[in-house]
């Protein structure tokens, strides 16, 4: 089944305590994505992920690292998370020649991984 | 710049009865536009996309939505809402394919018996 999974689904770290959420896709899309969603404001960009070793700041870079040494993984990591951090996570993935020939870029959403940093 | 309102952040409706969810964007250059729904601790699900070919489109579970670049809109609406309906969706544009997407704030279907 074609899919983006994230891990883990739900998280409560502290302050400080370093933290990876993992995303893996099986669809061998090009790109991918992080956004975060909070009340109020809809779904805003992290990082986003052109191919491997291409990435890029979103709307909402501070505070988060990301990397893409593989193709079908990009990790988002939260160095020294901060209680503003707290949020619900989503990675989505697409074709980018997909999205050439459609003139649009469909996404394939994860199912969200909720992060509490108290 | 990009930028999309949804100008209801919350909409209740009956069952049996039609679904307007309004949608205003700003774009510099013809964008793409697209719904998502959101059920409940799931995903975001593609509803229907516009990409500058027919101005009205049809999406799953008969949602659709009509392209007016005069009044910079794309509202999506369904003649009869069902009890499944209910979730939130998200207006999102795109001013290129492949760049990052914009999303509006979210807007919550109640749908009542």
């Known amino acids: 089944e074609a899919q983006v999974t994230q891990n883990p689904r739900y998280l409560i770290t502290v302050t400080g305590k370093k933290l990876t959420v993992t995303c893996s896709q099986n669809?061998?899309?090009?790109?991918m994505s992080w956004y975060r969603q909070d009340p109020g404001l809809g779904l805003r960009q992290i990082y986003y992920?052109?191919?491997?070793?291409?990435?890029d700041k979103g709307d909402v870079p501070e505070g988060y690292k990301v990397s893409r040494k593989e193709k079908r993984n990009f990790p988002l990591i939260l160095e020294s998370p901060s209680p503003n951090q707290t949020s619900l996570y989503f990675c989505?993935?697409?074709?980018?020649?997909?999205?050439?020939?459609?003139?649009?870029?469909?996404?394939?959403f994860g199912a969200g991984s909720r992060l509490t940093v108290l | 710049a990009q930028s999309v309102t949804q100008l209801d952040s919350h909409v209740s409706v009956s069952e049996g009865t039609p679904v307007l969810l309004r949608c205003n964007y700003s774009?510099?250059?013809?964008?793409?536009l697209f719904w998502y729904v959101q059920h409940p601790n799931k995903g975001l699900q593609l509803l229907l996309k516009?990409?500058?070919?027919?101005?009205l489109v049809k999406g799953i579970n008969g949602f659709e939505a009509e392209f007016k670049k005069s009044e910079t809109s794309f509202h999506l609406t369904k003649p009869s809402a069902h009890m499944s309906d209910a979730a939130e969706y998200f207006c999102?544009?795109?001013?290129?394919?492949?760049?990052?997407?914009?999303f509006g704030s979210g807007t919550r279907l109640q749908v009542q018996p």
């Open positions: 516009y990409t500058s070919a027919a101005t």
């Open positions: 992920s052109m191919n491997v070793e291409v990435t």
């Open positions: 989505a993935s697409s074709s980018s020649k997909g999205a050439l020939l459609l003139g649009a870029n469909v996404l394939t």
């Open positions: 669809m061998n899309h090009e790109y």
């Open positions: 774009s510099s250059y013809s964008p793409s």
């Open positions: 999102v544009v795109s001013r290129k394919p492949w760049r990052a997407l914009t």
